[in-house]
């Protein structure tokens, strides 16, 4: 069973007044109307080096790297507070909190401005070096889940608007393809059998959530996915499919139904295939933003959005995050 941390649903409750939606802050996000998104695996806030090294990277020097003002640029008076960043690749509840209030701390908000959904809370160590020459570094990436940073300060989230995780698919190595066949769902007694990778299945755990923008009552559905490093061969979503399109991905029941609930609609993925289509996620009225790619040569991270997204002078994709994966992004007016 996974342990799903939902931190602050009514976190305003103890913010001042000053720093409320009736500040400056408030007066401009109502003003211009705009929600605010990214989508990074952040691996870990480690790095790794082409030379076999490893790089702690602080979340906020991470934050600076990836959040844009509206002409694309990194680290101007122009960049605004973000409402959701969709990450994947984090230890736990432990790094999310930090890293969501050194988000708040950024902005100059008070710590709990921002809240995480977390797929697993602790989840247990796999693998053993994650090519890191230090080992303390490697450490630092053997646990790994995902997450969703929320600002509460102009979303709100109702607790019964989390999904319940779901599991993405993989071919066993050694299993034979064929349109799905050999597929099956991510996760025990399908998963990695030996000791070193046996937990290896969680950092793929997906989950979503309905947020209600406080200002319009705008309903936003937002979903987190790391699909396995075995999906750029094979697309598996589950047992004998491909997933949507050919692609892999797949989401889950409960999610689905908050999805379709939801005006403004925004999947975030590590999908670990190239050649994702933007069109893909058209049954859900969604399309993808950014085609450049997001780690080395490869486009494998996707963010995929209905609603009204403004032009990007930069394609969505900020070069230069300090992560092995670009940012991507997606300013949308509602």
Request: some cysteine; overall charge positive.
């Given at each position: 069973?996974?342990?799903?941390?939902?931190a602050a649903?009514?976190?305003?409750?103890?913010?001042?007044?000053s720093a409320?939606?009736?500040g400056?802050?408030?007066?401009?996000?109502a003003?211009?109307?705009v929600?605010r998104?990214?989508?990074?695996?952040?691996?870990?806030?480690?790095?790794?080096?082409?030379?076999?090294t490893?790089?702690r990277?602080?979340?906020?020097d991470h934050?600076?790297?990836?959040?844009?003002?509206?002409?694309?640029?990194?680290g101007?008076?122009g960049?605004a507070?973000?409402?959701l960043?969709?990450?994947?690749?984090v230890?736990g509840t432990g790094?999310?909190?930090?890293?969501?209030d050194q988000?708040?701390?950024?902005f100059?908000?008070?710590?709990g401005s921002?809240?995480?959904?977390?797929?697993?809370?602790?989840?247990e160590?796999?693998?053993?070096t994650h090519?890191c020459s230090?080992?303390?570094?490697?450490?630092?990436?053997k646990?790994?889940?995902?997450?969703?940073i929320?600002n509460t300060?102009t979303?709100s989230?109702?607790?019964?608007?989390?999904?319940?995780?779901w599991?993405a698919?993989?071919?066993?190595?050694?299993?034979a393809?064929?349109?799905?066949?050999?597929?099956?769902?991510?996760?025990p007694?399908n998963?990695?059998?030996?000791?070193?990778?046996?937990?290896?299945w969680?950092?793929?755990s997906?989950?979503?959530?309905?947020?209600?923008i406080?200002?319009?009552?705008?309903?936003?559905?937002?979903?987190t996915?790391h699909?396995p490093?075995?999906?750029?061969q094979n697309?598996?979503?589950g047992?004998?499919?491909?997933?949507?399109?050919?692609?892999?991905i797949?989401?889950g029941?409960d999610?689905?139904?908050?999805?379709?609930?939801?005006t403004?609609?925004?999947?975030?993925?590590?999908?670990?295939?190239?050649?994702?289509?933007?069109?893909?996620?058209?049954?859900?009225?969604?399309?993808?933003?950014?085609?450049?790619?997001?780690?080395g040569?490869?486009?494998?991270?996707?963010?995929?959005?209905?609603?009204a997204?403004r032009?990007?002078p930069?394609?969505?994709?900020v070069?230069g995050?300090?992560s092995?994966?670009?940012?991507?992004?997606?300013?949308i007016?509602?």
């Amino acid at each position: 069973m996974a342990v799903l941390m939902v931190a602050a649903l009514t976190p305003l409750s103890g913010v001042p007044a000053s720093a409320r939606s009736t500040g400056a802050a408030g007066t401009a996000a109502a003003a211009d109307r705009v929600l605010r998104v990214y989508n990074n695996n952040i691996e870990n806030l480690v790095v790794n080096n082409s030379d076999g090294t490893c790089t702690r990277i602080s979340g906020p020097d991470h934050l600076t790297s990836m959040l844009v003002d509206d002409t694309g640029a990194t680290g101007t008076a122009g960049v605004a507070a973000p409402d959701l960043l969709i990450v994947q690749q984090v230890r736990g509840t432990g790094q999310a909190e930090a890293y969501a209030d050194q988000l708040s701390a950024k902005f100059g908000y008070p710590a709990g401005s921002y809240s995480a959904i977390v797929v697993w809370s602790d989840p247990e160590p796999w693998g053993s070096t994650h090519k890191c020459s230090s080992q303390t570094l490697g450490d630092l990436k053997k646990k790994q889940t995902n997450a969703i940073i929320w600002n509460t300060r102009t979303l709100s989230l109702a607790s019964g608007d989390v999904s319940k995780y779901w599991s993405a698919g993989w071919l066993k190595p050694g299993t034979a393809y064929g349109g799905g066949a050999g597929c099956t769902l991510y996760k025990p007694p399908n998963s990695d059998p030996d000791t070193t990778d046996y937990y290896k299945w969680k950092r793929t755990s997906a989950i979503a959530a309905r947020f209600t923008i406080k200002a319009t009552g705008t309903s936003v559905f937002a979903a987190t996915m790391h699909l396995p490093q075995e999906n750029r061969q094979n697309a598996c979503a589950g047992d004998g499919i491909t997933g949507i399109a050919g692609s892999g991905i797949n989401i889950g029941a409960d999610a689905t139904s908050l999805l379709n609930a939801s005006t403004i609609r925004i999947v975030g993925i590590d999908a670990n295939r190239t050649g994702i289509a933007a069109s893909t996620l058209n049954g859900f009225g969604m399309t993808g933003y950014g085609s450049a790619a997001t780690s080395g040569s490869s486009k494998i991270d996707y963010l995929f959005v209905k609603g009204a997204v403004r032009s990007s002078p930069i394609g969505h994709t900020v070069t230069g995050t300090k992560s092995n994966h670009l940012a991507l992004y997606g300013f949308i007016d509602y």
